[in-house]
T-cell receptor, first 117, second 112 residues
Framework: DAGVTQSPTHLIKTRGQQVTLRCSPK?????VSWYQQALGQGPQFIFQ???????QRGNFPDRFSGHQFPNYSSELNVNALLLGDSALYLC????????????????FGPGTRLTVT | RKEVEQDPGPFNVPEGATVAFNCTYS??????FFWYRQDCRKEPKLLMS???SGNEDGRFTAQLNRASQYISLLIRDSKLSDSATYLC?????????????FGKGTKLSVKP
C-alpha cells in the first residue's frame, strides 16, 4: 500500500524565484491538502484539492497556487518567493468520495523542505 | 486567540511515567479531533482520532470535553520511543470536508 509521496525532498531557491512541489496521494485517496510548517510551529493549512478543483483555502496569498490532476496527484506552486516562505511543505491525502465510508483522516507525506536565500 | 492551543512543554519524564497533554479549541463548530505525533524533521503521523467521548488505544487514551472545548491525551508507562512532538488537531468545518487546524505541538522527551 503506497503511502503519500512528495518530491523533491529538499530545495534551495533565491528570493523572487518560483517553485513547484509535487505530491502523490496514498493509494485509493482522492483528496489532497497542502500545509506549510515553519520551524517550531504546527502545520498551517494552505489549500485543499478535490475533483481537480481548489475546494478550500487558508490564509495564504495568491502567490500560492496549486493543481490536481486526474490521477489525484497534486502540485503546489509558489511565485515570487520570499525569505519567509522557507518552511517544510507537507502534502496530506484523504478519502472522501470513492467509498461508502469516506475517511476524513489525513495522512501526510514526508514533506519538501524549502529554503529561500 | 489561537484556534487550537496546547501546553507549550517541553515535558521531560522518566521511562514508565504517565504524562498528560492538554489542548483547547476555540471553534465550537469543530466536530473531529485528532492527535498526531511528529518526530524531529519528519512528517506528522496520525496517532489517534478522538470522537464523541474519547477513546483508548493501548497505552494511549484520548478524551474530549465538548462543553469545555478541551481535549487531552494520556500516555501511560511511557517508553523512550514515545519521545516526539505531539500535535493536537481540530477539523474545521469550513467546507464539506474541512481542513485540519493544528496546535503548535508539545515536545515530549522520555529519559532512561
Amino acid at each position: 500500500d503506497a503511502g503519500v509521496t512528495q518530491s523533491p525532498t529538499h530545495l534551495i531557491k533565491t528570493r523572487g524565484q518560483q517553485v513547484t512541489l509535487r505530491c502523490s496521494p496514498k493509494s485509493g485517496h482522492d483528496t489532497v491538502s497542502w500545509y506549510q510548517q515553519a520551524l517550531g510551529q504546527g502545520p498551517q493549512f494552505i489549500f485543499q484539492y478535490y475533483e481537480e478543483e481548489e475546494r478550500q483555502r487558508g490564509n495564504f496569498p495568491d502567490r500560492f497556487s496549486g493543481h490536481q490532476f486526474p490521477n489525484y496527484s497534486s502540485e503546489l506552486n509558489v511565485n515570487a518567493l520570499l525569505l519567509g516562505d522557507s518552511a517544510l511543505y507537507l502534502c496530506a491525502s484523504s478519502l472522501e468520495r470513492r467509498s461508502r465510508q469516506p475517511s476524513y483522516e489525513q495522512y501526510f507525506g514526508p514533506g519538501t523542505r524549502l529554503t529561500v536565500t | 486567540r489561537k484556534e487550537v492551543e496546547q501546553d507549550p512543554g517541553p515535558f521531560n519524564v522518566p521511562e514508565g511515567a504517565t504524562v498528560a497533554f492538554n489542548c483547547t479549541y476555540s471553534n465550537s463548530a469543530s466536530q473531529s479531533f485528532f492527535w498526531y505525533r511528529q518526530d524531529c524533521r519528519k512528517e506528522p503521523k496520525l496517532l489517534m482520532s478522538v470522537y464523541s467521548s474519547g477513546n483508548e488505544d493501548g497505552r494511549f487514551t484520548a478524551q474530549l470535553n465538548r462543553a469545555s472545548q478541551y481535549i487531552s491525551l494520556l500516555i501511560r508507562d511511557s517508553k523512550l520511543s514515545d519521545s516526539a512532538t505531539y500535535l493536537c488537531v481540530a477539523r474545521d468545518y469550513g467546507g464539506s470536508q474541512g481542513n485540519l487546524i493544528f496546535g503548535k505541538g508539545t515536545k515530549l522527551s522520555v529519559k532512561p
